[in-house]
Each structure stands twice: as C-alpha cells, then as structure tokens.
C-alpha cells in the first residue's frame, strides 16, 4: 500500500492509572520490554525511538506530551514512536502476538482515554520524525479528525493523501509470519501478570 521511498510513523499516548513503578502497573512494565522485542522480530518493522536518559535506542528529539496530561499529575506518560514499512505491517504487529495481549489488559492500567489512542502518518523514508511531530499530529487529529497528515486504521490514507483499504489478507498473512519471527515471547508474555 506504501509507494516506494515512504515508511508509516507512528505515535500512540495514553494516561496510567498511576505511577510507573505502582503496583497496578505491573503488568505494562513486565510486558514492555517483550512487546519492544517483539516489534523489532516483527515484519516491517523500521525502527523506534528511544527515550531520554534510557539505555537502549537513541531518543528522536526532545519526548514531549500533548495537552492531554494536563491536570493529571503526571509530568511523563506511556508514549511510543516508531516507523514501519507500511500500514499492513503496524496492523499486523498491533493486532496480534505479543502487542495484541498488551491491548487486551490494558483498560487495567490506562485511565479511559478522552483523546485518540494513536496516529499514523507518512514520512520519507530516512526520516525520523520526532516526538513533537507526534504530539501536534495526535492534537490535530483529536481536533480536526482523519486526514493524510494524520489518520487511524479505522480511516487510512495512502502516502499520496488518498483515502484507502487496508489489505486484510496481507495482515493476517503478516501475522503468522510474526508468530515464528516472535517466538517464545508470547508464550512468556501470557504467563505474567495482568
């Protein structure tokens, strides 16, 4: 669905019920670091960024949040930035495996969103877009709702800015092919903590 010399950005936020190292948070935490591994087994998976003053990949900008923690009390916020090859790719990892039982508990550590939970967008490939790309896209997507600048599975654009089917074949053939690229990973995942 891309054009060649295009990958899908993707930024997602939401609120936890509470503090990070809380124990009604447990179960992200322990899951966190599988569904990492996980996107980085996964096909299609280009790269994501880090976060500031944490081991692991180099933080792409400055991490900023939108507007929506405010008045939560919290100065930080589980967020995620990444690229993928295509939107067939991020469907497949989001929808199933590792990620897909991260989603299933996730009411558990996430107060109910006012805000979208994510937004895609396009962006040439070699280009990292940073955090604050993310944040404004996701406001304006909150605002304005879908468009090629910012868009949900539910309504896609193609990288030319035109509206789009999602190939639902292609997804369910990616994620079986994410099941052997995963492998024990789902397995240790539905063993911890909700």
Known sequence: MQPAGRHLAIYNF???????????VEGFRLREPFNFDAAARSEGFVGRSGYQGEPGPRCWGEQVFPRFIHGSGFETAPSSL????????LMAFTYSGVHADALKHARNWNVQRQWPALVLWW????????????????????????GPNGFTFKEP??????????????????????????????????????
């Open 14 to 24: 939401g609120l936890f019920v509470a503090p990070y190292d809380d124990p009604a």
């Open 123 to 146: 962006v040439e490939a070699g280009r990292r877009p940073v955090w604050a790309d993310g944040v404004s896209r996701l406001e304006r997507l909150h605002d304005h709702g879908s």
């Open 82 to 89: 990444s690229l993928w090859a295509d939107i067939e790719s």
């Open 157 to 194: 654009f193609t990288a030319s800015g035109e509206a789009c089917v999602i190939d639902r074949a292609r997804v369910r053939q990616i994620a079986q092919n994410n099941t052997t690229r995963q492998g024990h990973l789902l397995g240790h995942v539905l063993s911890l903590k909700a």
